[in-house]
C-alpha cells in the first residue's frame, strides 16, 4: 500500500503568516489523485484539495495544493484564526485508499 | 445539501460485531458515486474502511477484508457496516462520507463515536 508521511508533525505560527505543509508517498501516486482535508477539534474532516491542486466550491484561495509524483504540498498563504486544525493528506491514486498521519497547526 | 448522519450502538462487546448505519439526506444514492465507512481511533489518523456504490459493489480495505460487510439499502436512501469479531483495537469514530468515486470525500457525516470494552 501507498504510505503517506506528512511533516512536520506539528507547526506553529502566528495569524498572518504563511503555513507549508508537505505529503511524501511512498510511491508514484498515480495521476496526482492527492486530497486534503481540515480537521477540527470534534468534527468531521472537511475536503480542501482534490486532484493535488483543485478547492472545491466555497474553499477560500489562501489554500492552495501543489506537487506531483510523491511530493505534494499544501499552502496556506496566509493563516486566519480559523485556520489552526489538523491537516490530513490522502491518496486515491492507487488501491487501498490511504491517509497520512497529519499535521498539526497550532498558535504560536 | 448532501447530509449524512451515523447511528448505532455506542458500545459493542470484545468479539461481537459493530453494525452501523449511515442515512443520507439532500442526495439519492441510486444516482451514483460511491458511499463509504472511514475510521479515526480517538487522538489517532484516519483509516478508510470501505466503500460501496449504488449497485452494490463494494470495495475494501486489505488488513480488514475479512471482516467488513458495507451494503446499500437504496428504498431507504442508506448504507450500513458491520465489522465482526471487534477488539479494543475497533475503538474509534466511524464516519460515514460520499466518496467521489472510490476516490476522495467530499462530504462527511458527523462520525459516532464507537467503543468496544
Known amino acids: 500500500e501507498t504510505v503517506l508521511t506528512q511533516s512536520p508533525g506539528t507547526l506553529s505560527l502566528s495569524p498572518g503568516e504563511r503555513a507549508t505543509l508537505a505529503c511524501r508517498a511512498s510511491?508514484?501516486?498515480?495521476?496526482?489523485?492527492l486530497a486534503w482535508y481540515q480537521q477540527k477539534p470534534g468534527q468531521a474532516p472537511r475536503l480542501l484539495i482534490y486532484?493535488?491542486?483543485s478547492r472545491p466550491t466555497g474553499i477560500p484561495d489562501r489554500f492552495s495544493g501543489s506537487g506531483s509524483g510523491t511530493d505534494f504540498t499544501l499552502t496556506i498563504s496566509r493563516l486566519e484564526p480559523e485556520d489552526f486544525a489538523v491537516y490530513y493528506c490522502?491518496?486515491?491514486?492507487?488501491?487501498?485508499?490511504?491517509f497520512g498521519g497529519g499535521t498539526k497547526v497550532e498558535i504560536k | 445539501q448532501v447530509q449524512l448522519h451515523e447511528s448505532g450502538p455506542g458500545l459493542v462487546k470484545p468479539s461481537e460485531t459493530l453494525s452501523l448505519t449511515c442515512a443520507v439526506s439532500?442526495?439519492?444514492?441510486?444516482?451514483?458515486?460511491?458511499w463509504a465507512w472511514i475510521r479515526q481511533p480517538p487522538g489517532k489518523g484516519l483509516e478508510w474502511i470501505g466503500s460501496?456504490?449504488?449497485?452494490?459493489?463494494?470495495y475494501y480495505y486489505p488488513s480488514l477484508k475479512s471482516r467488513v460487510t458495507i451494503s446499500v439499502d437504496t428504498s431507504k436512501n442508506q448504507f450500513s457496516l458491520k465489522l465482526s469479531s471487534v477488539t479494543a483495537a475497533d475503538t474509534a469514530v466511524y464516519y460515514c462520507?460520499?466518496?467521489?468515486?472510490?476516490?476522495?470525500?467530499?462530504?462527511w457525516g458527523r462520525g459516532t463515536l464507537v467503543t468496544v470494552s
Open positions: 462520507a460520499r466518496d467521489i468515486p472510490t476516490g476522495y470525500f467530499d462530504n
Open positions: 439532500g442526495y439519492s444514492i441510486s444516482s451514483g458515486y460511491y
Open positions: 460501496i456504490d449504488h449497485g452494490g459493489k463494494t
Open positions: 510511491q508514484t501516486v498515480s495521476s496526482n489523485n
Open positions: 486532484g493535488a491542486f
Open positions: 490522502q491518496q486515491y491514486g492507487n488501491s487501498p485508499l490511504t
